[in-house]
């Protein structure tokens, strides 16, 4: 518990410094302003991933993964999905927001391509690209491997894992990683399994591993659900799926 407390007010003492480290990068969507992050190693060629934030919009998580992945070689950019003043104040206006861009998976899906092409604007190589997502942004994971949009691999890291079951199962072409908490209660036994029926349906290399003694949020330092040697689980098996399909 105690190690727990001071590693999250490390987080929350050092957010500047990593905020120092990430550089606004500033595009649109129509007439809409987006204001993502990107890593300082911006314009090298390096693999790169694209992180997508949870349901509150980009957060110290998004950031420190980020600053993380640059340490391994990697260009990251946190997108912004909602945009310039749509940013969720509350979580009552979060799960309006998020839950319209679950509706709306189109809408998701080309504010996640939008962001795709920033991150190789600013260096990233084309065909060694993943996209990682926390809550709401693993959703988004996973929209990006149904959209078929141009990376090798997606991580949805305790995502939503249901989905309109009106929708048909189309190919999957990106590899799949879903990191999911075994007691998690927004996940129910029909998402999980329809979700299985989908990957398989479109012939998808994926993996799923559950984390025992884990609710929803358990990689965030600065939750009550966060689990921290599961946590640490978690990001090596991210680490390790990323070696594999970028370098």
């Known amino acids: 518990m105690i190690r727990s407390i001071l590693l999250t007010t490390f987080l929350m003492a050092s957010g500047t410094i990593f905020s120092q480290n990430l550089k606004t990068v500033s595009y649109k969507d129509g007439a809409q302003n987006l204001n993502g992050l990107i890593t300082s190693n911006a314009g090298k060629k390096l693999p790169g991933v694209l ?5 509150k919009g ?3 998580e998004a950031k420190t993964a980020a600053i993380e992945l640059e340490k391994q070689g990697y260009i990251a950019f946190i997108a912004d999905i909602y945009g310039e003043g749509k940013i969720p104040a509350d979580n009552e206006s979060a799960a309006k927001s998020s839950g319209y861009y679950k509706q709306n998976y189109a809408e998701y899906q080309k504010r996640i391509s939008l962001a795709l092409e920033q991150l190789k604007k600013n260096g990233a190589i084309s065909d060694k690209t993943a996209v990682i997502g926390y809550c709401f942004g693993g959703t988004g994971a996973l929209e990006s491997a149904r959209g078929n949009l141009p990376v090798a691999g ?3 890291i305790h995502g939503s894992l249901g989905r309109d079951q009106s929708r048909k ?5 990106a590899k799949i990683l879903i990191e999911n908490p075994a007691d998690d209660k927004s996940v129910t036994p029909d998402d999980y399994n329809n979700l299985i029926k989908e990957m398989n349906d479109g012939n998808a290399d994926w993996q799923i591993i559950t984390y025992a003694h884990s609710k929803h949020t358990f990689t965030d330092p600065k939750s009550p659900d966060y689990n921290e040697v599961m946590a640490k689980r978690a990001w090596n098996h991210t ?3 990323l070696k594999e399909i970028l370098k």
């Open 51 to 55: 992180i997508l934030p949870a349901w």
């Open 239 to 241: 680490l390790l799926f």
């Open 169 to 173: 199962n189309e190919k999957l072409n």
């Open 58 to 60: 980009i957060d110290q």
């Open 154 to 156: 997606v991580v949805s």
